[in-house]
């Protein structure tokens, strides 16, 4: 196979963990103690990207692949987004942000259907060679910003054996938006398939995302039994 070809399979086959990071979460969520459904929804959100990830990477990464690809990750931040609003903040608020984030992702999903293949090539972000983020990513990468935002503005009201859980998973998602700043594919010292790793990289973020939320949902959930 050409590298190419070799980088797309690669990246194909580490989407299958972010996949089964979904389902393991769903399966953990169900077998050690329920939280509340935005976060089901959430981590099911999780499994249709890992899909929608493996049908682009693995069919050639033509355009209608890559709008749903792109499409379902921009879905899965939105429901992250509307999982911790529900858990922190107030009605109004949660309707303000989570319209608003809404809109700006249909906006994005409308201009990419109208402009065609040619929106693929918009960088607002070039590395030159070495990769960059397209107008898609970009929306990604902030909407993913926002989540990690609404945690953070709440950090004093979650529960303190949570909150190294919660650096973990910052760390974890920083290191995951380094490895994607590289082009799909891009590949250093023989195996350092970039794309590919942070796949494989965010599934366990997904973990690290199911351990956090048990721990702190848990400690709610025990505080009230003794209560």
């Not at 700006?104 to 402009?115: Q, R």
């Not at 960088?123 to 993913?144: D, K, Q």
């Amino acid at each position: 196979m050409s590298p190419a070809s070799d980088t797309a399979l690669a990246n194909a086959v580490s989407a299958y963990a972010t996949t089964l990071s979904g389902l393991l979460a769903l399966a953990l969520t169900t077998l050690m103690g329920a939280q509340p459904k935005r976060w089901l929804i959430a981590y099911l959100c999780v499994v249709v990207t890992g899909v929608a990830t493996v049908w682009y990477h693995g069919f050639g990464e033509t355009f209608w692949p890559g709008l749903a690809d792109i499409g379902t990750n921009l879905l899965l931040a939105w429901a992250l987004q509307v999982a911790v609003l529900g858990d922190f903040y107030t009605p109004t608020t949660r309707r303000r942000v989570a319209w608003l984030s809404g809109a700006v992702i249909l906006t994005f999903i409308a201009w990419k259907v109208a402009v065609g293949p040619g929106s693929s090539s918009a960088f607002p972000v070039a590395l030159g060679s070495f990769g960059g983020f397209n107008v898609g990513e970009v929306l990604l990468i902030a909407n993913s910003l926002l989540v990690v935002g609404l945690f953070y503005a709440r950090r004093a009201v979650i529960p303190q054996n949570a909150r190294p859980l919660l650096y973990l998973l910052t760390a974890t998602f920083f290191a995951g938006l380094l490895l994607a700043t590289a082009s799909n594919h891009r590949v250093d010292l023989q195996v350092m398939a970039y794309h590919a790793t942070w796949h494989i990289v965010a599934a366990f973020g997904f973990i690290e995302l199911w351990a956090f939320n048990h721990v702190r949902f848990a400690q709610v959930t025990s505080a009230r039994q003794t209560g």
